[in-house]
């Protein structure tokens, strides 16, 4: 006679899994380009098909039965296509809408994929493409990463560009600084103008069919264009009506872009990627907009997979420090990462992804799918904030009278003396003044217009009416870089300043006196200090006396309380714990957080008393102390996605497990008493018995399998 978990496997396998019933969901994603395959089926809510090929109507409907809700992206400033540049598209060829340098050679992002100037012809182009994709069903949308290479802006079309944007001939970009300036604001303007025009037509076009298109922006975060020297339209974006969000891309590639701090320029990569995914989610957050954080498993540079390991931890933990955020993209291009081969550290030969770090990530990304928004802030001091704006990406290349700003420290300066202090500094876009949410909560702002320029007067304007009503202003500078002179709006018609600080400091009614630092101004102050901020980082010992006008800004001016600092941060969501202890900072005592908690960064998922962070590490843990009901089994972890929970009987609990197949899964399982059986089996099968771990004190179950993209039958009886 069979027993009962005999029979209850047998139905559950004869309805194995539609995949179609599963709801389409929009929390998390992946990106793609190659066809489905059972060994990189990560199981996110969203496939986003990337790019046009011929085999684009195979590779959607391959997603389109696995269940998954499938959206499009493709490049805006690069991809395949070939066919536009070769004289396929329209009988044309279309080299001349390359990105050109100085000395008239292409850039290129790969072969016969050159970075593209986005013409008339280009954009028509793009359209044609948009157009494929919403006959296919698709309605959603993402342009990626509209990148002009500050070193670009020659050739005839940037010169025809220029002409049509400015009404005058032509300025090569490496003999002033105002050409410089108005280089990359027309290579700003003309990827705005590229975006706004592409999005209408898709709106549009899908309105005509009775669809509602939405279009999103994936793209890298200001600091980091900056760092690279692109110029690419940014915060501009947020308002921009056709645009419905962003993705945040940021991961190890970007993050680990050295800086300097205390003298020291190295990797800080926790560190970065905390102030990459503050900038993003500033552009955000007075907007609206929908927002995607993206964090990468590995990288495009070719490293170890240790080296790949720890800075995932670093940068995904910086990720979901911001709780206001809960979609993601968990990672990009998967198949690059389950078949791919990289270096292990201490062997000659590329190795596949270790079994227990791809148990790990499976943990990590399978986590997002359940991760809460939470009002929740991480701790430390509120309020205080750096102002950016898009023109930091304006001044990056050439430099120009031999002023320098080494790894965009201009910006650090303001940002790393805090945010190593354990200060959560916020970012500020000046784009988004105009919007009463931006500075609604912020008690001290920090500014500078040594690497940045106010792009309209209405900047001031804000800042004034802020710092009237009670706010506290910070600003640095020595006003004497060379783009101070550019011809902008400061000096143009009936303004005559040889600065833009001179227009904000008439407006906030100060004259500057040569030593005195504090002003006066309505209800709140302003300080003003003639040093650059990259002063306070490019040499050792140099941020305590900005740290102590900070703190006296914060505590005296704002009375916000007194200023904390500390080495680390933390954070909860929902029943997570996230933790970072940074180093170089004013401690190097280890961080002890107290349990039972699940370790969520160790495959092997185990239950401990205490987990204690050292400097320079992060914790994600899994607090059994806040789990609401435990007289319910639940799977509270695992390196799989659950679906089709069920309580067969009082005494049993059943779900499926899918991942990408061949993958070692691990799961803890809240389970009302130890269990008496636990078998597992594929669609079709006969059910098996496999081995747990099972710890008392939590009442939790440790469960180990082998994945399969298809599903595994979980059957727990007690």
Not at 12 to 41: G, M, N, R, V
Not at 258 to 270: A, C, I, L, Q
Not at 606 to 623: F, I, M, S, T, W
Not at 628 to 654: F, I, N, Q
């Amino acid at each position: 006679m069979p027993t009962l978990r005999c029979i209850l496997i047998a139905a559950c396998c004869c309805l194995f899994f539609s995949a179609q019933a599963q709801e389409l969901k929009e929390k998390t994603s992946f990106q793609i380009a190659a066809p489905w395959k059972p060994a990189y089926d990560v199981r996110s809510d969203i496939a986003i098909v990337y790019g046009m090929s011929p085999d684009f109507l195979e590779r959607v409907q391959g997603y389109r039965a696995q269940g998954y809700n499938v959206q499009f992206m493709t490049g805006i400033a690069w991809g395949e296509y070939q066919d536009y540049f070769m004289g396929k598209f329209d009988g044309k060829t279309h080299w001349e809408d390359a990105q050109i340098q100085r000395r008239g050679d292409t850039i290129w992002h790969g072969h016969n994929v050159p970075y593209i100037l986005p013409s008339a012809n280009y954009l028509q182009y793009m359209k044609s493409i948009i157009k494929k994709v919403i006959d296919a069903g698709i309605t959603t949308i993402y342009l990626e990463e509209p990148e002009f290479w500050a070193r670009a802006g020659y050739g005839a079309a940037f010169d025809r560009e220029w002409q049509k944007f400015y009404g005058f001939p032509w300025m090569a970009q490496h003999e002033s600084p105002e050409a410089t300036y108005l280089s990359s604001k027309l290579k700003y303007h003309l990827y705005f103008n590229a975006l706004k025009e592409v999005f209408a037509y898709a709106k549009s076009y899908g309105e005509s069919l009775g669809r509602t298109v939405k279009c999103f922006v994936p793209t890298h975060s200001l600091i980091n264009y900056a760092s690279w020297q692109i110029v690419s339209p940014e915060a501009s974006l947020a308002a921009l009506p056709g645009m419905d969000g962003y993705i945040a891309q940021v991961w190890t590639g970007t993050s680990r872009e050295p800086v300097y701090y205390n003298g020291v320029k190295k990797e800080r990569v926790f560190e970065n990627a905390f102030l990459e995914y503050g900038t993003m989610l500033s552009m955000t957050a007075p907007t609206g907009r929908q927002m995607y954080f993206l964090t990468d498993p590995i990288e495009d540079a070719r490293r170890s997979w240790d080296d790949y390991k720890r800075n995932y931890q670093a940068t995904f933990t910086a990720e979901i420090m911001y709780p206001a955020v809960d979609h993601f993209e968990v990672m990009p291009w998967p198949n690059r990462i389950y078949l791919g081969k990289f270096k292990v550290e201490g062997m000659n030969e590329p190795q596949p992804i270790a079994p227990a770090y791809a148990t790990q990530m499976q943990v990590m990304v399978n986590s997002l799918n359940d991760l809460p928004a939470s009002k929740n802030r991480v701790n430390g001091s509120k309020g205080i904030g750096v102002l950016m704006g898009n023109s930091l990406m304006f001044q990056r290349f050439p430099t120009h009278a031999s002023y320098e700003d080494p790894q965009l420290s201009n910006f650090y300066g303001m940002a790393l003396p805090l945010l190593k202090k354990g200060v959560p500094v916020e970012m500020v876009h000046m784009e988004n003044l105009s919007f009463p949410a931006t500075l609604k909560d912020l008690k001290v702002l920090i500014m500078s217009y040594s690497n940045m320029k106010p792009q309209s007067q209405e900047v001031h304007k804000y800042l004034t009416e802020w710092v009237e009503k009670g706010g506290v202003l910070i600003y640095y500078g020595r006003d004497n870089d060379p783009f101070q002179q550019v011809k902008e709006w400061w000096n143009s018609d009936n303004l005559h300043y040889s600065a833009p600080s001179e227009d904000l400091f008439i407006q906030l009614r100060i004259l500057p006196v040569e030593g005195t630092t504090r002003y006066t101004c309505g209800k709140g102050s302003v300080f003003i200090i003639r040093q650059d901020p990259k002063e306070l980082v490019l040499e050792p010992g140099k941020d305590g006396e900005f740290v102590r006008l900070v703190s006296e800004a914060y505590e005296q001016d704002a009375k916000a309380g007194p200023l904390e600092t500390k080495h680390y941060f933390y954070v909860e969501r929902g029943p997570y714990d996230i933790a970072a202890v940074m180093d170089e900072s004013i401690s190097t005592q280890p961080l002890h957080l107290p349990g039972p908690v699940i370790d969520l960064f160790d495959p092997g998922l185990p239950v401990l008393a205490e987990k204690v962070v050292r400097p320079g590490e992060q914790a994600y843990l899994y607090n059994l102390n806040r789990v609401k009901d435990r007289k319910h089994p639940k799977v509270l972890c695992g390196a799989a996605r659950v679906y089709e929970e069920e309580r067969p009987s009082d005494h049993s609990y059943s779900f499926v497990a899918r991942s990408p197949s061949g993958t070692q899964n691990a799961m803890r399982v809240l389970l009302p008493a130890e269990p008496t059986s636990v078998t597992i089996a594929g669609p079709g099968e006969q059910p098996e018995e496999i081995e747990i771990e099972w710890d008392e004190d939590t009442h939790t179950a440790l469960v180990m399998f082998i994945n399969r993209s298809e599903g595994v039958r979980v059957v727990m009886s007690w």
